[in-house]
């Protein structure tokens, strides 16, 4: 079965960076791309970015565009999200997500989430 | 970017009744709508894809309409599982956008 499993909770002081895993198992890995997904203590879900594995080839949404990096290595079928120049504002569970193949463009298996927590 | 809202904001309902959500995009994005349910805790899950279409393992108590840039979300017969926050997604363009949520209640 498709499964996305993520890495554990992180804090981090303002200015760090942090890098969040996503190891996918139960399909292609090259054939769909992954998603990152976030959201923070009462707001809404937000797309950050995303790799399709197979090229690769990466596109962010222009809020974090210079401050966020997805990467990923095809030996583990693990993608990776890094994350620079944190603040505050960014403490928030990550979720990574597999975007479907169909017509909608729907992410259809979502990792667990990680919570990401920026304090000094 | 598409801007995604979602009425109402929250309701109360009871094991039962029959709950419509109305999602609506900034700009028509056809059919490309799809329904999310998150419960505290959890990641979201894919209820319906492309408006209407109902994903592999979810109840039929669920169903999507609609096109262009008005969309429902219908729950028949509200179920204990069922409280939890609703969210739209349009995959027309990058960058995919959410509707801010619809929270059922007890």
């Known amino acids: 079965q498709v499964q996305l499993v993520q890495s554990g909770a992180e804090v981090r002081k303002p200015g760090a960076s942090v890098k969040v895993s996503c190891m996918a198992s139960?399909?292609?890995?090259?054939?769909?791309?992954l998603n990152w997904v976030r959201q923070a203590p009462g707001q809404g879900l937000e797309w950050m970015g995303l790799i399709t594995p197979s090229i690769p080839a990466t596109t962010y949404a222009q809020k974090f565009q210079g401050r966020v990096t997805v990467t990923r290595d095809t030996s583990t079928s693990t993608v990776y999200m890094e994350l620079s120049s944190l603040r505050s504002e960014d403490t928030a569970v990550y979720f990574c997500?597999?975007?479907?193949?169909?017509?909608?463009?729907?992410?259809?298996?979502w990792g667990q989430g990680t919570l990401v927590t920026v304090s000094s | 970017d598409i801007q995604m809202t979602q009425s109402p904001p929250s309701l109360s309902a009871s094991v039962g009744d029959r709950v419509t959500i109305t999602c609506r995009a900034s700009?028509?994005?056809?059919?490309?709508l799809n329904w999310y349910q998150r419960r505290p805790g959890k990641a979201p899950k894919l209820l319906i894809f492309a408006a209407s279409s109902l994903q592999s393992g979810v109840p039929s108590r669920f169903s999507g309409g609609g096109s262009g840039t008005d969309f429902t979300l219908t729950i028949t017969s509200l179920q204990p599982e069922d409280f939890a926050t609703y969210y739209c997604q349009q995959g027309y363009n990058n960058p995919p956008t959410f509707g801010p949520g619809t929270k059922v209640d007890i």
């Open positions: 700009q028509s994005i056809s059919s490309f």
């Open positions: 997500a597999r975007k479907t193949l169909v017509q909608g463009n729907a992410f259809d298996y």
């Open positions: 139960g399909y292609s890995f090259t054939s769909y791309s």
